[in-house]
Nanobody, 125 residues
């Protein structure tokens, strides 16, 4: 599975960005899909995700109420709408998918075999 993440950039505190993750040649049907992020000197952390069935979304506490994960009807693009951005949201954002991840493990980066290349989000104050 090849993933292409895009949409990162420089934004001021309180601004918004929408990230996209597109799959090449297939849909996300049957795959757990997640966004992770990694700030300099920190471990990669879960941000938001869809369960394999697509029926359940999960968010890190730090982004609840500000970020929204969604997908298009064709199920080959997943989005992360990020509002009310803070300096601590600055990181490289990655999308990841895997057909075997179960809901209880979806926040664990090591569970995902397929990763996009990452897109940098910088929030300036």
């Amino acid at each position: 599975v090849q993933l292409q993440a895009s949409g990162g950039g420089l934004v001021q505190v309180g601004g918004s960005l929408r990230l996209s993750c597109a799959a090449s040649g297939r849909t996300f049907r049957g795959y757990a899909v997640a966004w992770f992020r990694q700030a300099p000197g920190k471990e990669r952390e879960f941000v938001a995700g869809f369960s394999r069935s697509g029926g359940r979304t999960s968010y890190a506490d730090s982004v609840k109420g500000r970020f929204t994960i969604s997908r298009d009807n064709a199920m080959n693009t997943v989005y992360l709408q990020m509002n009310s951005l803070k300096p601590e949201d600055t990181a490289v954002y990655y999308c990841a998918v895997d057909p075997s991840v179960i809901t209880s493990s979806q926040t664990m980066a090591a569970q995902y075999d397929y990763w996009g290349q990452g897109t940098l989000v910088t929030v300036s104050s």
